[in-house]
């Protein structure tokens, strides 16, 4: 299993690329890539999820 499978499950099913989760994070798709290779802290894990949420409703 991949560190972060939680955050990678969720962006995929909502499909939503994680290059617009970083964006909408305000940091560059590098820096989500690396964040996701190790443990996030739960306020990272947090934010992560609560964009993808928000992206996938302004998806419909």
Known sequence: M???ET???AARTAN???WQVA???GISE???TRWLRFPLTPD???AML???KKLEREVG
């Open 2 to 4: 991949k560190a972060n």
């Open 7 to 9: 955050v990678r499950k």
């Open 16 to 18: 939503v690329p994680l």
């Open 23 to 25: 964006a909408e994070l």
């Open 30 to 32: 590098p820096t989500m």
């Open 44 to 46: 990272k894990e947090t």
């Open 50 to 52: 609560e964009a993808i």
